[in-house]
């Protein structure tokens, strides 16, 4: 018989969001969110692969401040979110949409951060969002 202790923990664990080990994950992006009074998109991921499968994770954010626009544009780029995608006018909203449900390899630092350059798409929604 379940017991609403066993679905209490079962909720905490597949809620739970906890840094992981550095090393390369392949990693599917199930929310983002725009948080736009700070100028950045928050993605969420889940481990699709390996022994932590299933496992949530943060890994930093995609800040589109003036400063940070050709960093956010690089590691969009990784995610299969190109000049194509942009030439179309998104908004942040939109960006943060479109993420969802796309699958990544990435490398992670020690402190998670989504690299630069080491984002490579693995799989993406049928038809992209587009605004």
């Known amino acids: 018989m ?6 209490y923990e079962s909720a905490e664990r597949e809620h739970a969001v906890e840094p992981v080990p550095a090393g390369t994950y392949e990693l599917e992006v199930v929310a ?3 948080v736009e009074a700070k100028s950045y998109i928050q993605p969420t991921f889940k481990i699709v692969a390996g022994p932590l499968a299933g496992r949530k994770v943060l890994a930093g954010v995609l800040s ?3 400063n940070a626009r050709s960093i956010f ?7 299969g979110l190109g000049k194509d995608f942009f030439a ?7 960006v943060a949409a479109a993420l969802v449900g796309r699958v990544v390899t990435v490398d992670l630092d020690d402190e998670n951060r989504l ?3 080491g984002v490579r798409v693995a799989s993406a929604p049928a038809a992209v ?3």
């Open 32 to 34: 983002a969110r725009n």
């Open 2 to 7: 379940t017991t609403f202790k066993d679905v």
């Open 88 to 94: 179309l006018g998104p908004s942040a909203d939109d």
């Open 115 to 117: 690299p630069v350059r």
């Open 129 to 131: 969002r587009r605004p």
């Open 64 to 66: 589109y401040t003036e």
């Open 73 to 79: 544009f690089q590691k969009l780029e990784g995610f």
